[in-house]
């Protein structure tokens, strides 16, 4: 028995393609899950062209839909259950999903929402706590117009932090005061005061700016660098009072904070943008639109089913 599957294909439009792929045959700690919905990251994007998922792999991190199978040592959620999971292979009709990777959905958040938390959502709860996020706080996003950004943003503000947010033009600004945003700057035009956090995700110059910002025992998070260029310190940049730049990955199962932020999307404390929204048949299109910066928010795959 085979499953359709997008999976990474050098030569195809954004290297990748639908594909039959065999079932997957679960582990004792793993459910199986018929997938509904899956969203784009801009992770995936690197992931197909740069071989870190090789071809003939199937892509993915994040997906939403039905349990059909559940754990054989118990534990986890029950056949029927609507989860969101943050997993290797994700954009497939059927995923093998460990337990410790996946979150209850609650009845008032639906799946096309849910599936936008995962990689976006994660990185940026985990990146805020790690800097040490807290009311009397000053943060800085950068790339606050993506996915991560419009995360980071609304978590921050939720916990009492001034919120600046970056963008790369005015248009990438809307909708970030709504989010919580208590200044929306394109580039770093004008910030002068110094801030305690940073959450980078676009590297490169700007992420030697938001260093230089970077007050006295402030915290910058290195997420992402979809800038794609290098970042040149000045002599003696690094030399004064301590501050750390910390390099930020997601490096454990991150079914608890799902449920934390699934929760919170239920309850209408955090909103989920949806920039793009199709079949998973127009993959080529939703790649060119979030390389091309031109989804605000998360970009939503429908697992389309033949
Ligand atoms: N370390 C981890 O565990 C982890 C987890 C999640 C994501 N990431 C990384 O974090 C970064 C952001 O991810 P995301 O999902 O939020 O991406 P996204 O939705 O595509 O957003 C990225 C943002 O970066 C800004 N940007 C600035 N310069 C850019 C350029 N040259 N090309 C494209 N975008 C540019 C864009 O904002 P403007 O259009 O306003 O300029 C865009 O909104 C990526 O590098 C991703 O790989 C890492």
Redesign the pocket.
């Given at each position: 028995m085979s499953v359709r599957a997008l999976v990474v294909d050098p030569s195809a439009p954004a290297a990748v393609r639908l594909a039959d792929v065999p079932e997957p045959v679960a582990a004792a700690h793993q459910v199986l899950v018929d997938v509904s919905q899956a969203s784009l990251?801009?992770?995936d994007l690197?992931d197909a062209r740069s071989g870190r998922v090789p071809p003939g792999a199937v892509l993915g991190s994040d997906a939403a839909g039905v349990v059909v199978q559940a754990a054989a040592d118990g534990t986890g959620p029950a056949v029927g259950t609507r989860v969101v999971a943050l997993t290797s292979g994700a954009f497939a009709e059927r995923v093998a999903i460990g337990v410790d990777e996946l979150a209850e959905v609650p009845e008032k958040l639906d799946l096309a929402r849910a599936v936008g938390l995962p990689?976006?959502g994660v990185?940026a709860l985990r990146s805020l706590r790690a800097a040490g996020l807290a009311p009397d706080k000053r943060v800085l996003i950068t790339?606050?117009?993506?996915?991560?950004?419009r995360f980071a943003v609304q978590l921050a503000a939720r916990a009492g932090a001034h919120v600046i947010a970056s963008?790369?033009?005015a248009a990438?600004g809307a909708g970030l005061r709504e989010a919580g945003a208590d200044e929306v700057l394109v580039g770093l035009e004008g910030l002068r005061q110094p801030v305690d956090i940073v959450v980078d995700?676009?590297g490169g110059p700007q992420m030697v700016a938001a260093w230089n910002l970077l007050a006295p025992g402030g915290s910058l998070q290195s997420?992402?660098?979809?800038?794609?260029e290098p970042a040149v310190l000045p002599p003696y940049a690094t030399v004064g009072p301590a501050r750390s730049l910390t390099s930020?990955?997601?490096d454990s199962p991150a079914g608890a904070d799902l449920a934390t932020l699934a929760a919170l999307a239920a309850e209408g404390a955090l909103t989920v943008d949806i920039g793009w929204q199709g079949s998973w048949d127009r993959f080529p299109e939703a790649a060119e639109a979030?390389?091309g910066?031109r989804?605000p928010g998360k970009a939503v795959l429908e697992v389309s089913r033949v």
């Open positions: 990251n801009h992770g690197n990689v976006a990185a790339g606050a117009s993506g996915g991560v950004g963008v790369g033009s990438r995700s676009v997420v992402g660098w979809t800038s794609g930020f990955v997601i979030l390389h910066r989804v």
